[in-house]
């Protein structure tokens, strides 16, 4: 199999392409070669004897997408965009990278004759806006309340109709929030829910800005690069129009979060976590959903993290090297 | 009141153009000026002292959205569009037109300061796919199951971001099958729907080519006009994410078609009835809905007929001039 991946140099992106050069297998078959494009230059992952070809490119360039399907990849997996907040901000980068460039490469496979790969698309559960039930059906209504969820809905779309023509055999993934995500602080809103056990187990401080019964859906970075590989090989005949997923995840409280963190790391760790209410924030994340059914994708083989220990020991595992 | 109505060739564009000749009023204030505009030259509609602009162009073609909107319309009624059949066998067309003359039009309008026109647009109930429950509730997720469907959603998330982030005061429309269609007999499948009234009424024979207990959703010419005329002035600041609204309309059977034209025009015209089952039309009318519930769109004021028979008389009224 050859595989592309768009965005393979953000976090799950590598993620992906670690594990593929790790298993050299895809979809039930041996992997040929991986190609990693991003706007910066992707990583090289060590343990592939195949073909790595990486790039940085601007996937919203003319004549850039043709180019990379023109390979004609069996796989394509899309994680390149512009993310939420910059999305709300430049209202004309978040179109241009997150609906033009997907409606590029749609138009790109099209165009070849006898092509049709595997598409999976990374979709976000901010297709959906507020007001939620406590937990979601897979049948609510998206209604997004952000450019980038909008994006994200008519992307889909598109892939759903461009898969039921023929062009290409579509599936988008509506993904969680990742918890817990790997380096340094970032300034997202949902910045604390990693921050409050990454830093902690790392003996730093941490501020938590929201109460301790805020609730949330996560899923780990392993997690989600395990949503990409398992959609690269599911049996899509089944799916119809439903082409995008909510993806399974764990609704978890930050309680949850801190009393996982204590059994984990103990008491010394917990007590690193200082409490500075932000209303500002509290009132951001106040708007967001707190759990999703996710019955499709369960029945569809999709898995996620059972409870918070597991979250933390998939942290520990990969990204510090600790045994579990 | 300056107001652009693009599509104003199409059987309700000429509709909504005739009542705001005659009424020269719109959304509670004095109509100035209408601009009427189709790929065809639209008809110039009598009775208006104002002054009135008709042009034929293609709305897709470069520079056209930006010329239109440039003359600063305070109401835009955007009904131009490919037909489902079309878009279906079209893809190329039916995405220009459909989508991104869509595009053009709300990019054209934000790229002018101190501008935010009332933009009602002409979406279809299209935008579900079946499996549909019996009476479908305004909160049943749309999926597509057409190219024009897909278009017409993604049109109504543009419109909704585009509203959201204050370039455009956005309402979408999704309208009911019309019933009856004025004019010839068409090749559409739900052809029939119109002409087992329309022909008998005229003397003239129908053929029905699917059972009599086939039941569908329905509004006159009329009524979409008032749609859009009542879409014009209403109230938006309550509607949120909610712009996207299912018209009001009735749900009837073909059974029912006949007995308001027993009613209506007697037992003769009933008899130019010809029952032809036809499995392939049947099939295509078996995956339609068959009711919505429109508590919205109903809260809001829009309004369609509540029996047959009401139907049948605006069309008497409307298309051949005689008394109800």
Known sequence: MNVLILGAAGMIGRKIAQRLAAESRIAGQSLETLTLVDVVEPGRPEGFDGEITTEAVDLSAPGVAERLVGQRPDIILHLAAIVSGEAEVDFDKGYRVNLDAMRALLEAIRSL???????????????????????????????????????????????????????????????????????????????????????????????????????????????????????????TASLGQRRALIMPGLSATVADEIAALDRVAGPE???????????????????????????????????????????????????????S
Not at 142 to 169: H, I, N, W
Not at 182 to 187: F, L, M, S
Not at 293 to 301: I, K, Q, Y
């Open 269 to 323: 760790a917990v007590a690193l976590i200082r409490r500075e209410p932000d209303q500002l924030v509290a009132g951001i994340v106040a708007g967001w959903a707190e759990d999703y059914e996710a019955t499709h994708a369960r029945e569809l083989g999709f898995e996620a993290e059972a409870d918070m220990d597991a979250i933390i020991r998939v942290h520990l595992e990969d990204e510090t090297g600790a045994a």
């Open 113 to 235: 004759p006898d092509y049709c790969p595997r598409f999976v698309f990374a979709s976000s559960l901010a297709v959906f806006g507020p007001p939620f039930p406590a937990r979601i059906p897979d049948d609510f209504v998206p209604r997004p309340a952000t450019s980038y969820g909008t994006q994200k809905l008519m992307c889909e779309l598109l892939l759903t109709d461009y898969s039921r023509k023929g062009f290409v055999d579509g599936v988008s993934l509506r993904l969680p929030t990742i918890c817990i995500r790997p380096g340094a602080p970032n300034r997202a809103a949902s910045g604390f829910f990693s921050g409050i056990l990454r830093e902690p187990l790392a003996g730093l401080p941490a501020v938590l800005p929201v109460p301790d019964s805020t609730r949330h859906y996560f899923a780990s970075p392993r997690a989600a690069a395990n949503f990409f590989l398992h959609a690269a090989g599911i049996d």
